[in-house]
């Protein structure tokens, strides 16, 4: 198909001609930018804030974080990922090269200051969307070895971040990030450090966009990226990431609507009403009165005339009018109960964690909840690893070992450490019931290998001379695995009912230390 001369059909991938390049060059199939029905950022090429807070008020999303029922289920979700527990994972476990290279590389990260506080800070995605760290290198010793480690480092407001777009010219890069930067920034020329830096203007603001050699400085993460709809243009830069305060703005404006509501409400009728009385006509018994009033409160006070037909023996008199709280308990529950509920459950999955709740009892919901709440926690480590794995972990390895640039190693979190101490227990029930397990599948459990002939083998004796005994009574049989066979098939007259050196020696004291790790 030719449209004004230019050829639009492409029956063959049109890099399958070219040896060794990958299908379509590397390039999408179409740029992410063209599928909206219009295109902003035209000059900068770059993505506008596609956050509704950030869209409808920038005021409204800062103040946002000074909601301390919000930041409460938000600081307890960073915390129950960023306090577990991490290691990094060779490639190939078997391989000593790899396995050193990783004890090196612990020891490397290990040297990060304060990284408990270094992994919260990029879980502040999960709120703006994304986030990033900026990363300040430093020489040092390691197990007696120069290394270039990462002392310090500087958190970098989500907001400031700003990204590329692939227009298919090829005349930006699209993975090319930019930093927001103050407009007097633009006169500072004089850089005695990296020299000269080109600032570009964006939509929102002068931006610094960082070099090839830059990027590897700074780390950036990223929380759920999702494309936007063709109608919201603005939507476009979901491409980058997507936080809470996007999911929850327009609930939490909501909360605080109602909460204003409720505030007058309580202002105007929630102490009640006094109603003054003083003669129709009388002015000076009408200052008087106010005066009166005045002295005893200045809220919810009627000053109200008596008709000359509606007088008694005194035309002076109080009412009290006792206030009805039907009203406010609505609004109340509106916001707690309603608004409140929603947005806690959105950023824990429960509420459990964070009020009391009746749950029944044998009724499973406070389990319910602990698997929800578990769930999250599984998905932020493991978008948490991923970024760790590319920012963190692979320039201190290219820094510091360039040997291994083809070497894959993982930056792992132990999310379900605490598991293990439920599973290994389990296994012992199997055991003492007579099934065949996997040494492989009980040492994985409790994160070991499996020795092999190499190996120095530490085994319980008692376990040991069972083993010996039920060979020497069984010399046709072959041994179980790990030179063990199970107790089911153990002659159960030959040993007494409780051996010293039981399968509880084995199991016992590994599940009672797993449990206290727990």
């Not at 950030?54 to 307890?76: G, I, Q, T, W």
């Not at 008087?288 to 005893?296: I, P």
Request: hydrophobic share 35%.
């Amino acid at each position: 198909m030719v449209i004004n001369g230019n050829r639009f059909s492409r029956p063959s991938d049109p890099a399958k001609e070219v040896r060794g390049a990958a299908p379509n060059f590397g390039r999408p199939v179409f740029p992410q930018i063209i599928t909206f029905s219009a295109m902003t950022g035209l000059i900068a090429k770059t993505y506008r804030s596609p956050d509704e807070a950030v869209k409808h008020s920038l005021e409204n999303a800062r103040f946002m974080r000074n909601d301390c029922a919000v930041m409460e289920c938000l600081e307890a979700r960073q915390r129950g990922t960023a306090l577990l527990n991490w290691h990094l994972e060779p490639e190939d476990p078997k391989d000593k090269r790899q396995k050193d290279l990783c004890e090196d590389l612990t020891a490397i990260v290990e040297r990060v200051r304060n990284f408990t506080e270094y992994r919260r800070n990029l879980l502040e995605a999960i709120w703006y969307g994304r986030y990033a760290v900026q990363h300040r290198y430093e020489w040092g010793f390691v197990k007696g070895k120069r290394r270039l480690v990462m002392r310090r480092w500087e958190p970098i407001n989500g907001d400031k971040l700003v990204f590329r777009y692939y227009d298919g010219t090829g005349d930006y890069d699209p993975d090319q990030i930019g930093v927001r930067v103050s407009v007097s920034s633009a006169s500072a020329r004089n850089d005695s450090i990296a020299g000269n830096r080109k600032l570009t203007a964006t939509d929102s603001g002068m931006a610094y966009f960082l070099e090839p050699w830059e990027r590897s400085l700074i780390a950036v993460h990223k929380h759920m990226v999702e494309d936007g709809s063709y109608e919201d243009v603005l939507s476009a830069g979901r491409i980058h990431g997507v936080g809470i305060r996007d999911r929850i703005y327009w609930t939490w404006y909501q909360k605080q609507e109602t909460m204003a509501h409720l505030m007058e409400v309580i202002e105007r009728t929630g102490t009640g009403f006094t109603i003054y009385y003083y003669p129709w006509g009388n002015k000076a018994a009408e200052d008087k009165m106010r005066e009166v009033a005045e002295t005893q409160t200045r809220n919810n006070v009627l000053l109200i005339p008596r008709m000359e037909e509606d007088q008694s023996t005194d035309a002076f008199g109080i009412d009290r009018i006792e206030p009805s709280t039907g009203g406010i308990e609505t609004l109340k529950g509106i916001v707690h109960d309603l608004l409140g509920h929603q947005i806690k459950r959105y950023i824990l999955g429960q509420t459990l964690s964070s009020e009391a709740g009746s749950t029944g009892l044998g009724s499973g919901v406070a389990d319910l909840h602990a698997e929800t709440a578990s769930r999250i926690i599984e998905y932020d480590a493991a978008n948490l690893e991923e970024t760790l794995t590319d920012e963190l972990v692979e320039p201190l390895k290219r820094f510091n070992f360039p040997w291994a640039t083809s070497i894959n190693i993982r930056f792992k979190i132990d999310v379900k450490e605490n598991e293990a101490a439920e599973k290994l227990q389990a296994y012992k029930s199997a055991w003492d019931m007579g099934a065949k397990l996997k040494a492989s599948d009980v040492m994985d459990l409790i994160g070991a290998s499996v020795p092999t002939q190499d190996d120095e083998i530490l085994q319980n004796p008692a376990m040991v001379q069972q083993a010996r005994l039920w060979e020497q009574q069984h010399p046709d049989a072959g041994g179980g695995e790990m030179g063990v066979s199970p107790s089911a098939d153990l002659p159960q007259a030959d040993l007494p009912e409780h051996p010293e050196g039981s399968v509880e020696d084995l199991f016992g004291p590994l599940a009672a230390e797993l449990q206290g790790a727990a």
